[in-house]
């Protein structure tokens, strides 16, 4: 006869820690009238529908009055037991259930997981398919090892990829590096070539200089000794004029042939040098024209590959936006600081007293540029850009922390409002203004829209509203928007 199996006084424990309802350790233990425990939520759902008078589960004693006195001593002993039992598990080399502090035997497949006979029996696992542990084990082991092969020969396909990719981009690397040494050969061949064409244009000039001063020289110096010549004539005629008759008349034939004497004529410039002169204007306008092409078609070169094309904006004013002193043509196309207030709404977008006004079209991306006209003899205006919330009411700074990036002239001085004020020293007053707007990339910047020459660029920046073209104008200065 087979030998009981050893009792283990943890079990023993274990059965006086659990409640009678569910089998379970105990959850929240009470006591009720005739001493016996039970889990809270176990008698509460035991005792629902009972009437006036509720029994004992166990003994089935009864009472009127239902009490339920919370048993901490038995809660602290429960998670004593709990702990042993756990050590028991761990010390045997095999996992149990928290719960009922069995082996874990049993593998739920509804919930997928490990359970003991106990749970297997209870109402949570009652109609869940289940394997024993070992089977289940084995069957998900080969569902890894199947995995495994699956994710290994993605990872080489992966790899295979990335040291492919790496060595194409390499590639590319390499190609542009090469493609940027010859782009920067070439714009210096092309910088060389153009020094050494100016140079000879300035050469051609000043050699044009010198024959028309040397031509000036030697028409002067001729036209200086026939004045002379004239002067001493003058001078002997006005003294003969002064003798009497008879000293008079002597030789009156011989002066009046002196004073018929041909005079020599002013050379001035000639046909030839005229023609010099002609030639080297024109071929410096084929020369304008033909820098201006090559701009433009590097700039549509830079567009295309950039992938976001350039647009020429035509801007309008906002007349909502003027302050009052302002005067905007029919066409809103002209702005002109004015004498007298004019009497305008006072609305939320209008400046005040600022004399400011916006473009009616605002940008949230893109790239775009306008041409403002400046009226000479405008010693007080600005124009740039301005972002959707900026200040109308009250004083103005002039600045990108402000939310204006403008360029302007302020009592003669060309200045870029920047904090601090940057100072420009332009070689001529450009008569038409180019702003250039990059909303992605966050750029400012200003041309002489005649020749394109860089004005100033404002350090680069992040937009995160809509920018609007900006004007502000006194009196005596006008602003005109080109198309």
Not at 130 to 158: F, V
Not at 234 to 255: H, R, V
Not at 264 to 287: A, Y
Request: hydrophobic share 35%; with cysteine.
């Amino acid at each position: 006869m087979a030998a009981a199996p050893a009792f283990h006084p943890i079990d023993s424990l274990q059965e006086e820690t659990s409640c009678s309802i569910c089998l379970e350790y105990f959850e929240s233990p009470v006591c009720i009238h005739c001493g016996h425990n039970f889990c809270r939520a176990c008698i509460a759902r035991y005792w629902e529908g009972a009437g006036a008078e509720v029994s004992c589960p166990k003994c089935r004693e009864t009472a009127r009055q239902r009490i339920l006195r919370p048993n901490r001593e038995l809660a602290n002993i429960v998670e004593i037991a709990k702990r042993l039992e756990a050590e028991k598990g761990a010390g045997g080399g095999e996992r149990v259930c928290e719960r009922h502090r069995q082996p874990l035997t049993l593998f739920c497949e509804e919930e997928q997981t490990p359970i003991c006979p106990a749970c297997a029996g209870a109402t949570a696992h009652r109609a869940h398919p289940t394997l024993p542990l070992d089977r289940a084990a084995r069957d998900y082991k080969e569902q890894i090892q199947s995995w495994l092969r699956t994710l290994k020969e993605e990872t080489e396909k992966l790899q295979g990829w990335k040291l492919a990719g790496e060595e194409r981009s390499q590639e590319y690397l390499e190609m542009l590096d090469t493609e940027g040494q010859k782009i920067v050969f070439d714009f210096e061949q092309l910088h060389q070539f153009l020094e050494k064409q100016k140079h000879l244009f300035l050469a051609q000039l000043g050699e044009l200089h010198q024959d028309i001063e040397k031509g000036q020289k030697e028409n002067v110096a001729k036209l200086s000794e026939e004045i002379s010549r004239l002067s001493d004539l003058i001078m002997e005629l006005e003294g003969k004029c002064q003798q009497p008759a008879n000293e008079f008349l002597q030789d009156i034939g011989s002066t009046l042939n002196r004073c018929k004497e041909q005079r020599q004529q002013p050379l001035g410039i000639s046909p030839e040098l005229e023609k010099r002169v002609g030639d080297f204007t024109q071929k410096n306008i084929g020369l304008a024209e033909t820098l201006k092409k090559l701009q433009d078609m590097l700039l549509h070169d830079l567009e295309k590959e950039g992938g976001t094309s350039l647009t020429k904006e035509n801007v309008t004013l906002d007349p909502d936006t003027a302050n009052s002193i302002l005067i905007l043509s029919c066409d809103l196309k002209t702005v002109k600081g004015g004498v007298t207030w004019q009497c305008l709404p006072n609305n939320p977008q209008r400046f005040d007293p600022e004399p400011c006004v916006l473009g009616c079209e605002g940008f949230t991306s893109g790239k775009h540029y306008w041409d403002v006209e400046v009226r000479a003899g405008g010693m007080c205006w600005a124009l740039g850009v301005a972002r959707e919330s900026v200040r109308r009411k009250g004083g103005i700074i002039f600045s990108p922390e402000e939310g204006i990036w403008a360029l302007g002239r302020l009592g003669g001085q060309y200045q870029a409002l920047a904090s601090p004020v940057t100072f420009l020293s332009l070689n001529c007053s450009p008569t038409k203004i180019q702003v250039y707007l990059d909303y992605e990339e966050g750029w400012v910047s200003f041309f002489d829209a005649d020749n394109q020459v860089p004005i100033f660029s404002f350090p680069q920046t992040t937009f995160r509203e809509k920018i609007f073209p900006f004007f502000w104008v006194l009196r005596s200065s006008q602003l005109q928007l080109c198309f």
